[in-house]
């Protein structure tokens, strides 16, 4: 069983086990976390496509911890005017295993 949630202003496809970063949520390692934006539920032929979302799907999923991404470096440049501005940017996710897929 597999299915399409939103979380973060972004869609993920996760299946049952799949281990997954997602922008900030808030918890601690340990914690159950419930996406209730289920946009699509699937099984084989048998596919339930909300709309918007799945009337009663909910995707749970256990909060394994919290963490930074790699840094991006961000450079401003303007030739021949001794300006030069460097700053950089960890963007915050949380690391999720899902644990269970409810199509309602």
Do not use: C, N, W
């Amino acid at each position: 069983m597999y299915a399409v949630i939103k979380t973060g202003g972004k869609q993920y496809k996760v299946s049952e086990g799949d281990v997954l970063r997602v922008e900030k949520l808030a918890g601690e390692a340990g914690a159950s976390v419930e996406f209730d934006q289920v946009l699509m539920v699937g099984e084989g032929d048998d596919v339930k496509v909300g709309a918007p979302t799945v009337e009663g799907g909910k995707v749970t999923a256990e909060v394994l911890g919290q963490g930074r991404a790699r840094k991006i470096e961000i450079q401003k440049f303007k030739r021949r005017k001794q300006y030069r501005r460097f700053a950089g940017h960890r963007q915050q996710f949380t690391e999720v295993k899902i644990t269970g897929i409810s199509a309602g």
